[in-house]
């Protein structure tokens, strides 16, 4: 049975226009394992990727494309063989299964796209936030075979399989393997900014090597 998608980004949303929003939906995001097999409309699809194709990428090149089957589809079985034991464990709950490539060069200069993989994680990401916005999750997956994916879907030599993902509700934990159940409450941990954000000499924290830093001692 299909049930109604809930579309929380209407202008009747008041988080829509604030601007906490984004980090609502940065906040509610994560990658959970347990997914209902409720099928998700294509329109909901076509809009998630819409939201993907807004971002920036090196030139303007837009190197992503996606191949994406619902369950229903011939092709599900090609995408779903491609997946390592691991995913597919989890995965075979889920309504649908895609995967990212990645155009290898640059369509207007024959140069290899060095930015391709960058590009694609941009277009990921912005989807990924749509679909949180539509109450569904999104998980992405590099346990999965490429070959498989280039030899299954006849996909051309130009283009790369980079990533696997499916998209779905969430559904109740106990339908996992007991292992996977108790990974799924875990919220993951992130490295501080100060981990990663930089001045100079390498490894210092910008925020105490900055010159406003230097002003305020
Ligand atoms: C490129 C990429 C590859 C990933 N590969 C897998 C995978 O093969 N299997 C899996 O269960 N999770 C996979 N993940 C999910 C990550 O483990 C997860 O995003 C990370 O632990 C952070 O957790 P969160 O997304 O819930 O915040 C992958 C995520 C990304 C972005």
């Given at each position: 049975?299909?049930?109604?998608?809930?579309?929380?980004?209407?202008?009747?949303?008041?988080?829509?226009?604030?601007?906490?929003?984004?980090?609502?939906?940065?906040?509610?995001?994560?990658?959970?394992?347990?997914?209902?097999?409720?099928?998700?409309?294509q329109?909901?699809?076509?809009?998630?990727?819409?939201?993907?194709?807004?971002?920036?990428?090196?030139?303007?090149?837009?190197?992503?494309?996606?191949?994406?089957?619902?369950?229903?589809?011939s092709?599900?079985?090609?995408l779903?063989?491609?997946?390592?034991?691991?995913?597919?464990?989890?995965?075979?709950?889920?309504?649908?299964?895609?995967?990212?490539?990645?155009?290898?060069?640059?369509?207007?200069?024959?140069?290899?796209?060095?930015?391709?993989?960058?590009?694609?994680?941009?277009?990921?990401?912005?989807?990924?936030?749509?679909?949180?916005?539509?109450?569904?999750?999104?998980?992405?997956?590099?346990?999965?075979?490429?070959?498989?994916?280039?030899?299954?879907?006849?996909?051309?030599?130009?283009?790369?399989?980079?990533?696997?993902?499916?998209?779905?509700?969430?559904?109740?934990?106990?339908?996992?393997?007991?292992?996977?159940?108790?990974?799924?409450?875990?919220?993951?941990?992130?490295?501080?900014?100060?981990?990663?954000?930089?001045?100079?000499?390498?490894?210092?924290?910008?925020?105490?090597?900055?010159?406003?830093?230097?002003?305020?001692?």
């Open positions: 049975m299909m049930r109604e998608i809930k579309d929380t980004t209407t202008t009747r949303n008041p988080l829509r226009q604030n601007e906490t929003y984004l980090l609502e939906l940065l906040e509610r995001r994560w990658s959970p394992r347990s997914f209902s097999d409720e099928e998700i409309p329109e909901i699809i076509v809009e998630i990727f819409d939201a993907g194709r807004s971002m920036m990428s090196c030139f303007n090149e837009q190197p992503w494309r996606v191949i994406f089957a619902s369950k229903a589809d092709h599900y079985n090609k779903f063989d491609c997946l390592g034991e691991f995913n597919q464990q989890w995965v075979k709950t889920a309504p649908c299964v895609g995967v990212v490539l990645g155009k290898k060069h640059f369509t207007k200069k024959d140069k290899l796209n060095r930015h391709r993989f960058y590009d694609a994680g941009a277009f990921m990401a912005a989807s990924t936030l749509r679909a949180t916005s539509l109450d569904l999750y999104v998980h992405q997956m590099a346990g999965f075979s490429p070959e498989k994916v280039t030899e299954n879907l006849q996909v051309p030599e130009e283009f790369e399989p980079i990533t696997m993902f499916v998209i779905g509700k969430k559904a109740d934990p106990e339908q996992l393997p007991e292992k996977l159940q108790k990974q799924e409450h875990k919220k993951s941990d992130r490295n501080e900014v100060d981990e990663f954000l930089f001045g100079d000499p390498w490894g210092v924290p910008y925020t105490s090597s900055s010159k406003q830093a230097q002003s305020e001692k």
